[in-house]
């Protein structure tokens, strides 16, 4: 199961509450990511990506990968 949830830092420190499927578990991946972007920057960055060459060829070969399965 993965658990992915913005908890707030206070006093430079997180606590988490683990849910009770997690109850028992010896072991877990923790990852801290720092770049918690507000509606707007990723907004923009969707924009960015909209025009990006890479990004709409790989939409593109997607695409016609599945161009098949969606005239079913």
């Not at 707030?8 to 990511?33: C, M, R």
């Amino acid at each position: 199961m993965t658990l992915k949830k913005t908890y707030s830092v206070i006093n430079n420190q997180i606590v988490i509450d683990l849910p009770e499927n997690f109850k028992g578990k010896k072991s877990l991946t923790v990852t801290i990511e720092d770049n918690v972007l507000s509606k707007e920057e990723k907004f923009n960055k969707m924009k960015l990506a909209s025009k990006d060459p890479l990004f709409l060829a790989d939409i593109s070969d997607i695409s016609e990968d599945f161009k098949d399965i969606d005239n079913v």
